[in-house]
């Protein structure tokens, strides 16, 4: 039994150098008395090899032919006789061979055997044609038989090793895809985890306001009744008029219910656990600056509202109100010489009584709402202006709001009034210590403008907001609304609200004069657990009326800002025209905006436009901004800055630039 490796090649069909070569084992004669032991070996190794695509050429007996082909006919080729003369050298080279080891014919083979060329014999010769052929021929046969089986073993354990290993490798694989998920999926989790925590760490600058003044004060008792009411218009030493006034609006409360139908979610506010009037104490009347009690004028200066000679801020009047009284008022005597009064409401209603007469309540009537009737009824103090015919107010006008006292409401009143062809420009802004409980502050703002007068009333509102578990900070539930009475007139509102844990108001604009305009223009600030549900109405009635709405919202933290229009226009309103663009600024991923546009159009000929418009400050824009060297703080107060341009540019110029610096404030630290 041998095998011998051969080189299968036909010169004539594949002359060199395009020579075909074919691996081919061959079979050579095996001995009769060997059958038995060779024959299973040679069977299972040939049908191995056959597997694998090897082709062979068969020189054995008939009978053992016989038991590869039961064992694997269809797996082993066999080479047919070609009618060449190798093929006829090859048949004369088995016709000499005896007829002992020849007695079945062999399968010719198509070419001369490996070993004619490598042991320089005939491979199908007997062992007597030389004594050195058999042994060779044996040994070379062993050789090649067991590199053969060697490497055949060695092929099917590679092959069992690698069916071992591929679902190894695909587990592997899925494994590999499934980590590199995962740590994508860490990464984009760490990166937004991250912006969060920039984000928190820029809001969450304490509020600087929050300061208590050790001022002695005295206060009535908690609780409102008629009785209350009555106390109120004693210590205020008002005439029987306003004591009606203020009994006629408390038992309209009364009989009304508070609204529910904001955005705004809060615990029911109980009335009766307030205290609705406080005053520091005094001796005497105050004739001067010089006798105010130190400790509140420390307390302006450090809010930045100094109300000595000395530090007044320059060509603005200041109307302090501390708690429920005006504390003194600035340039006073400066602004009568033009005939401009401005004064707290409390002088007013005692020293011009026909005038506060005429307008209270002539745009903002009693029982317009559940807060106009409250404040009606316990209203304090707030400041008056009358700016008379012809006039241009020679100043800005200004007032400010202190709480100062726990569990007191602040329940101001303001009303101004600007005659035919004049104009005035007014601020108001307000702080309040940060204490653990809710305040009320329901004020009231009424103004009036004849013809071709113009009024431009600004508030920068920064209430405490309570902490960033919405803790304490004020409920801020504001009317304000301003009628052009005269043709021509103009009312023009602008605010940065930033503070309070609840805010509620709509300035408005009642555009009753032909060719009226009203304007609005705001910038509401959330953040933390804050919300607000703020915006504007503008009322068209008479012909050629012009309104504007630029609202600016930006929200943060966990908190809700809504903007609530209402732009109507009435049967009579001939050509009116409204404009309004309502953006909003989403800082973080948690922050709420809501946009609810009101319009109601009656006349034909009037056209109104409304654009709204979505953004938030992403990582890329700040990243952007970094990449040029700009701190993260600094390019959020530009965007913020770009963001709000149009309603700061139109804030008076004293102010625009601590409102920057109170917007910076407000988002100190954070990201967006």
């Known amino acids: 039994f041998f095998f011998v490796m051969s080189i299968k090649c036909d010169p004539l069909s594949c002359p060199p150098p395009r020579a075909h070569f074919d691996t081919t084992l061959e079979l050579g004669p095996i001995p009769n008395s060997t059958h038995s032991a060779y024959s299973p070996i040679a069977v299972a190794l040939l049908v191995t090899v056959a597997t694998a695509g090897v082709t062979f050429v068969l020189t054995e007996s008939n009978d053992f032919q016989n038991q ?113 998920e995962q740590m994508e999926a860490v990464e984009e989790v760490d990166a937004v985890q991250a912006e969060k925590d920039e984000i928190g760490k820029m809001l969450s600058v304490p509020y600087k306001w929050g300061f208590t003044s050790e001022v002695e004060s005295e206060k009535i008792a908690k609780g409102l009744t008629e009785d209350t009411v009555r106390l109120i218009s004693a210590k205020k030493e008002e005439p029987d008029w306003m004591l009606e006034f203020r009994l006629k609006a408390f038992r309209r409360w009364q009989q009304m219910e508070e609204p529910k139908w904001s955005d705004n979610h809060y615990p029911t506010f109980d009335y009766q656990s307030l205290s609705y009037y406080s005053e520091p104490k005094v001796k005497e009347k105050l004739e001067s600056l010089d006798e105010v009690d130190p400790e509140i004028l420390a307390t302006f200066d450090k809010l930045g509202i100094p109300l000595s000679e000395q530090k007044r801020l320059s060509n603005v009047a200041v109307d302090a109100v501390f708690d429920s009284v005006s504390i003194a008022t600035t340039f006073r005597e400066e602004l009568l010489e033009h005939g401009v009064i401005f004064c707290s409401i409390s002088e007013a209603i005692k020293q011009y009584p026909d005038l506060v007469k005429k307008y209270m309540g002539s745009v903002v009537p009693v029982s317009d709402n559940y807060f106009t009737a409250l404040n009606s009824a316990v209203f304090s103090d707030g400041s008056f202006v009358y700016i008379p015919k012809g006039v241009r107010c020679p100043m800005e006008l200004s007032t400010y709001f202190r709480i100062n006292e726990r569990e007191t409401g602040q329940f101001e009143r303001t009303l101004i009034i600007a005659e035919d062809e004049s104009y005035v420009s007014y601020l108001e802004g307000c702080t309040a210590p940060s204490y653990d409980e809710n305040q009320l502050h329901a004020a009231v703002v009424e103004l009036w403008a004849g013809e071709d007068a113009e009024i431009k009333y600004s508030t920068v509102q920064n209430w405490y907001a309570g902490n960033e578990q919405g803790e304490g900070g004020i409920y801020n539930f504001v009317t304000k609304r301003g009628l052009c009475n005269g043709n021509r007139s103009k009312i023009s509102w602008t605010q940065v609200e930033t503070g309070s844990a609840i805010t509620w108001k709509y300035p408005s604009c009642v555009l009753k004069g032909d060719g009226s305009k009203g304007e609005f223009y705001s910038v509401a600030l959330t953040n933390n657990m804050q919300q607000a549900d703020t915006g504007t109405k503008m009322v068209h009635i008479g012909k050629d009326t012009r309104s504007r709405i630029i609202s600016k919202g930006i929200s943060a933290g966990q908190s809700c800002n809504v903007y609530r229009g209402l732009v109507k226009v009435g049967p009579n309103a001939e050509s009116a025209r409204n404009y309004s ?16 546009p009101y319009i109601e159009v009656r006349q034909d000929q009037a056209q109104v436009e409304h654009e709204a418009s979505t953004s938030r400050i992403s990582e890329e824009q700040l990243f952007y901004m970094q990449q040029r060297g700009i701190a993260p703080e600094s390019a959020v107060g530009v965007i913020v800055s770009g963001f709000c341009s149009e309603v700061f540019n139109e804030l008076p110029l004293e102010f625009a630039q601590e409102v920057n610096q109170l917007m910076n404030l407000k988002l100190e630290g954070s990201v967006g």
């Open 581 to 596: 663009q309502c953006d909003s600024m989403l800082i973080g991923t948690t922050a709420q905006a809501n946009t609810y």
């Open 68 to 180: 590869l082909s039961s064992a694997a006919s269809t797996r082993i080729p066999v080479e047919r006789p070609y009618a060449t003369p190798v093929a006829r050298a090859h048949a004369q080279d088995t016709a000499r061979m005896p007829q002992a080891t020849t007695n079945a014919p062999f399968v010719p083979l198509s070419t001369t055997t490996a070993a004619e060329h490598i042991l320089g014999y005939d491979a199908s010769l007997p062992s007597a044609a030389s004594p050195l052929v058999r042994p060779l021929h044996m040994v070379g046969s062993l050789l090649v038989a067991a590199g053969g089986m060697l490497a055949i073993v060695a092929a099917m354990l590679r092959r069992r090793k690698s069916a071992e290993q591929q679902p190894l490798m695909a587990m592997a694989t899925t494994s590999g895809a499934k980590e590199v």
